[in-house]
């Protein structure tokens, strides 16, 4: 018997590195792809790329991004997931008002670092807030953040935020989910924080929602054993 396809989609900045652990460890259960992310500047495009190499069903799961992602693949496609995971994520536009002005000035912000001062050193300002308080001294893991952020360009990434920026609303998208679902988030992700995730998994009929103790926004690298056992329980239940 064949077994089913997975695809795995990263966030922003991220590459095949953000889902190692769990290609690895759920490749006994499924086919696994994790999607390569092109320069696209808005997120239909993406999913639209995506779709294009993608088996006629599959399972998918997304990270931050990604399942920004994985929710315009769920609009365009419904009939072809057949599982969906969205971790560590979002689902709202960009905030009208102040709010929005704030997010987008911070983003503006962090592009023009990385033109200025190289990718790794945007980096370094960047994963401060996206691990946690904890984890900024395991050498191991910020080498491999930064390492996967240098691999891209100034280009590649202001690309990206022109997709986040210009983000559709997802809500709209959610209750006609009827896919087994699993909402996953780290506990103390401060970029996507917790009560998003229980207001997602609220409006996605067939969700559950998985909290990852002692965690932040990395949570596939922060700590993968525990995203590796939700994942494996998501696929076989």
Not at 131 to 143: F, G, K, Q, T, W
Not at 205 to 220: F, K, N, Q, V, Y
Request: glycine share 6%.
């Amino acid at each position: 018997m064949s077994k089913p396809s997975l695809i795995l989609v990263p966030g922003l900045l991220c590459d095949s590195t953000v889902w190692l652990p769990q290609a690895t460890a759920l490749r006994d259960l499924a086919e696994i792809q994790i999607a390569e992310m092109l320069e696209c500047d808005t997120l239909g495009a993406m999913a639209e790329a995506i779709l294009k190499t993608a088996p006629v069903s599959f399972a998918l799961a997304g990270h931050s991004m990604g399942g920004r992602i994985a929710l315009e693949i769920l609009r365009r496609a419904p009939q072809r997931v057949e599982r969906l995971a969205l971790l560590d994520t979002g689902y709202q536009p960009l905030p009208k008002g102040e709010a929005g002005e704030r997010e987008a000035t911070g983003r503006h912000r962090m592009v023009a670092l990385a033109r200025e001062m190289g990718m790794r050193a945007m980096g370094l300002n960047w994963a401060r807030g996206m691990v946690h308080p904890s984890r900024l001294s395991d050498r191991a893991l910020m080498a491999g953040i930064l390492d996967m952020i240098d691999r891209r360009t100034a280009q590649f990434y202001a690309a990206q935020i022109r997709a986040m920026l210009n983000r559709p609303d997802a809500t709209p998208v959610l209750p006609a989910i009827h896919c087994p679902t699993l909402v996953l988030c780290g506990r103390e992700d401060t970029w996507s924080p917790l009560e998003r995730h229980r207001r997602l998994a609220a409006l996605i009929p067939a969700s559950t929602l998985t909290i990852i103790e002692d965690c932040g926004h990395m949570s596939t690298l922060e700590q993968p054993e525990a995203v590796n056992a939700a994942l494996r329980w998501w696929l076989t239940q």
